[in-house]
């Protein structure tokens, strides 16, 4: 989005739409509570709401055996 709100090469009528377009994607955001997210792999968006996203995390973390650590394990692999 900022790449969009940027650009100066582009013609200002497209500018122009663009704009409007994030200016209207960010308001329905902050009123719907959503979250925009990179992707782990390539250039991709995802557009989340927080509890989807804290299912998601919890549906994979869950049966991965991940855990809280109570202190960082830095310590213990310093030579």
């Not at 927080?50 to 973390?61: L, N």
């Not at 869950?62 to 030579?79: A, C, Q, R």
Request: charged letters at 25%; proline letters at 4%; a positive charge.
């Amino acid at each position: 989005m900022k790449q969009i709100i940027d650009s100066s090469n582009r013609s200002d009528v497209v500018q122009k739409r663009q704009l409007y377009v994030v200016k209207e994607l960010n308001k329905r955001f902050a009123t719907e509570n959503a979250i925009i997210i990179q992707e782990d792999k390539g250039k991709t968006i995802v557009i989340i709401y927080p509890k989807g996203y804290s299912e998601k995390v919890h549906s994979f973390s869950i049966p991965n055996n991940f855990s809280n650590l109570t202190k960082g394990p830095t310590e213990n692999y310093k030579n």
